[in-house]
């Protein structure tokens, strides 16, 4: 019973919170409510774990782990990030400059590398997992619609042209429509099988 | 008082579908079936993973992904929670324990509780420790950027993507397939799977994700959740080929 309780408790509120969501006319304020706690209980998680991480990283420094410096620059930006937002406030727009100034660079500096590493994947997949129907169809689609959607040419002045790349076009979304049902359906079955408390390890 | 729209009325008839059909898959399943689905291969691969790096005496990576809150509106994470709960329940006697990373708070606490969890249940509290599970980054990029130097250690025997995962996470894929790490990326993000699928790392297609059982763990909920899949889906094949011809002939506007 002391382990059937917390499955019995988190199946009805996950239930009921269900049921709100699908008559939301009738139950928007409590919903409301509960999505509140939901958030305050949320902002309270990450509180904990970012201790957890500080915690955890500063055990790293006074062990001397290997890396330990990476430690040293999270723990020292970690405070230098948390005193000044605390010293000038949130929507003060020097923090603010100053923490786009870091993390734009860094995120377009990723998105860059991203690119280039995308690009030898998709030549490399050949090698790595040979020539056969799904690879062959995964490289020629990427191709076309990579062709497709660069914009660079417009079909729209050769009659009937323009009318089959459409078509084509929106080949991919049919696609995805129907791997987002299996994917959706796949997503259902989990919840349920988590709300009915049916998702226990059993051999 | 607004109306309820019809999309709800669909939402709720599906559901209840699902759960008629989830409750006679599992009435008609109480026997073991005579022929079983059989595992999906990345599951497969991730119980050969957990085997070789225990024969090997190296660590297991878990990376859970970006989590249940912010933008994210899957509900991924939970398998990839089922997934490290099975990982742990078998690899808390390794040499080496198996390390955790999270790219969400309530992810992070949650999976800090799984490996206790996991601990207690094999009666080894005493080995239970908190650094075995890490928030490693509060957004995508930040999780990543906080997995790769670990990735990149010494003494790794592989590495298991799980959760909500976008296609930058790449990276992660190319950083492993340098450092000789085998990695399985098991997640239900699209876009990610694509990504994944080009690295040549072993890749969950569709909804492949929703069926996890390593090994013998979990294949009873294998087994019915399969079947529960295939029937639900046969139904929707039908009503959509009835509607697109009802459509056609006029009778629906």
């Given at each position: 019973m002391k382990q059937r309780l917390p499955v019995i408790i988190a199946a009805i509120s996950g239930l009921v919170i269900l049921a709100a969501f699908f008559f939301q006319p009738f139950t928007a304020p409590y919903l409301g409510l509960v999505l509140n706690w939901a958030i305050i209980v949320s902002s309270v998680a990450l509180l904990v774990a970012i201790a957890g991480l500080f915690v955890t990283h500063i055990r790293f420094i006074l062990k001397g782990r290997r890396g330990f410096l990476y430690s040293i620059i999270l723990v020292l930006t970690f405070l230098a990030t948390l005193i000044l937002g605390w010293y000038?406030?949130?929507?003060d727009p020097a923090y603010l400059i100053g923490i786009q100034t870091v993390l734009v660079p860094l995120e377009n500096a990723l998105m860059a590398l991203i690119a280039l590493i995308l690009m030898s994947a998709a030549v490399k997949i050949f090698r790595v997992r040979g020539w056969s129907v799904l690879t062959i169809s995964f490289g020629v689609s990427a191709l076309v619609f990579l062709f497709l959607n660069l914009?660079?040419?417009?079909?729209?002045?050769?009659p009937g042209l323009g009318a089959i790349v459409s078509a084509l076009q929106r080949l991919p979304l049919i696609g995805a429509r129907g791997l987002l049902i299996g994917l959706g359906l796949g997503a259902l079955l989990m919840g349920l099988r988590v709300l009915f408390g049916q998702e226990a390890l059993r051999e | 008082m607004p109306p309820i729209y019809l999309t709800d009325l669909i939402a709720v008839g599906l559901v209840g579908l699902a759960v008629i059909v989830m409750a006679i898959v599992w009435i008609a399943n109480r026997k073991p079936p005579v022929n079983p689905y059989k595992n999906i291969n990345t599951y497969d691969n991730i119980d050969a993973l957990m085997h070789r790096s225990s024969e090997e005496g190296k660590a297991l990576l878990i990376s859970m992904g970006e989590g249940f809150s912010g933008q994210n509106s899957s509900l991924g994470d939970s398998v990839g929670v089922l997934i490290e709960q099975i990982l742990l329940s078998r690899s808390v006697f390794n040499d080496q324990p198996t390390h955790s990373f999270s790219g969400d708070s309530a992810l992070a606490c949650i999976s800090q509780l799984v490996l206790h969890g996991a601990y207690e249940n094999a009666m080894a509290s005493e080995l239970f420790r908190s650094e075995h599970t890490a928030l490693s980054g509060v957004s995508g990029f930040g999780w990543m950027a906080g997995m790769l130097p670990e990735l990149a250690r010494k003494g790794n025997g592989g590495m298991i993507l799980t959760g909500t995962m976008r296609p930058e996470h790449v990276l992660i894929a190319d950083l492993a397939e340098r450092k000789d790490v085998p990695l399985v990326a098991a997640t239900g993000s699209l876009a990610a799977q694509a990504a994944f699928f080009a690295s040549g790392s072993e890749v969950t297609l569709g909804e492949d994700y929703y069926l996890p059982s390593i090994g013998k763990v979990n294949q009873p909920a294998y087994q019915n959740q399969a079947k529960t899949m295939n029937w639900i889906r046969g139904i929707l094949v039908i009503g959509l080929i009835v509607a697109a011809l009802l459509k056609l002939s006029g009778v629906l506007p």
């Open positions: 000038l406030g949130l929507d914009g660079f040419f417009q079909f729209d002045s050769i | -």
